[in-house]
């Protein structure tokens, strides 16, 4: 009787313990992609035949092969701009770097690692009860309260390692110029600072003319599901960062 109390209550941790895992993996069961733009840029509307875009995009992450030039070329013509290779031919310029593309920490994904946390220690209190079960089965009960205890922590541990939040993200800084009319200059003044070593810096000033009003904005992809692999993540993430910047025009 002792042995089969012992089983329920190994049984009972082992149940409860995959509860965190469990909720992680229906909450995040449907892939979720959100594209956020952090400045709106406004572009003065053009007759078709100025609708000319040279296009540049970089990539300076950590996965060299990661393009997203082809798709904001083919959204571009879709909503009847040409893209050009010369830019004294363009009425409107698109710069953009893709400065990360992989897993990342935002929000949610801070979240579900403090629930991750918290379910370890939730397997450690569910074990103890185990423990108790183990000690009436025969022995010493603080020994065996303490090796439930981390018995069911272990339990926690494994479920939720099968079970993860997983978040990827592209951030891209964009850069649109857009030329003005025939006649018109454009007054720019910038200012470039830089460290010089630990103590330093340097401070660059420059002012001028030009035919270019230009916006600047940063543009942030992610998409989040359980046990989201990039190969799934990846496409859409593209097509919601491509649709937005292409948008723009």
Same mark, same amino acid.
């Not at 290779?85 to 990342?104: E, S």
């Not at 309260?145 to 541990?157: R, V």
């Not at 990846?234 to 910047?245: F, H, Y």
């Given at each position: ?5 012992? #089983?329920?209550?190994?049984? #009972?941790?082992?149940? $409860?313990? =995959? ?5 992680? %993996?229906?909450?995040?069961?449907? #892939? ?14 053009? !007759? ?20 997203? *030039?082809?798709?904001?070329?083919? !959204? +571009? ?18 710069? &953009? ?5 992989? !897993?990342?920490?935002?929000? &949610? ?5 403090? =629930? ?12 103890? &009860? ?10 010493? @009960? ?5 090796? =439930?205890? +981390? ?8 479920? @939720? &390692? ?14 649109? /110029? ?11 003044? *910038? *200012? +470039? ?8 810096? $340097?401070?660059?000033?420059? %002012? =001028? ?7 600047? /904005? ?9 046990? #989201? ?21």
């Amino acid at each position: 009787m002792d042995l089969h109390k012992t #089983l329920i209550a190994l049984a #009972l941790t082992m149940a $409860i313990s =995959g509860c965190a895992a469990t909720s992680t %993996s229906i909450a995040k069961r449907n #892939l979720d992609v959100q594209t956020k733009m952090s400045d709106t840029i406004f572009l003065d509307p053009v !007759k078709p035949s100025a609708r000319v875009v040279y296009v540049e995009v970089r990539n300076t992450s950590d996965k060299p092969d990661f393009d997203i *030039e082809r798709d904001i070329i083919e !959204k +571009l013509n879709v909503n009847g701009f040409r893209v050009t290779g010369d830019p004294d031919r363009a009425q409107f310029m698109l710069q &953009a770097n893709v400065l990360q593309a992989g !897993k990342t920490s935002q929000t &949610a994904a801070e979240e579900a690692n403090r =629930g991750g946390f918290g379910s370890v220690l939730t397997g450690g209190a569910v074990g103890a &009860a185990a423990g108790w079960g183990l000690g009436k089965a025969g022995g010493k @009960d603080s020994v065996l309260t303490a090796g =439930g205890a +981390l018995l069911g922590a272990g339990i926690a541990t494994v479920a @939720d &390692a099968f079970v993860q939040d997983v978040t990827y993200s592209i951030i891209t800084d964009i850069q649109i /110029s857009e030329r003005v009319a025939p006649g018109d200059y454009v007054s720019q003044d *910038e *200012e +470039l600072k830089s460290s010089q070593g630990s103590s330093g810096s $340097i401070s660059q000033y420059s %002012s =001028g003319q030009g035919r270019w009003k230009r916006y600047r /904005s940063r543009v942030v992809s992610t998409a989040n599901q359980a046990n #989201l692999d990039w190969p799934d993540a990846a496409p859409q993430l593209v097509d919601g960062l491509t649709r937005s910047i292409a948008g723009i025009f």
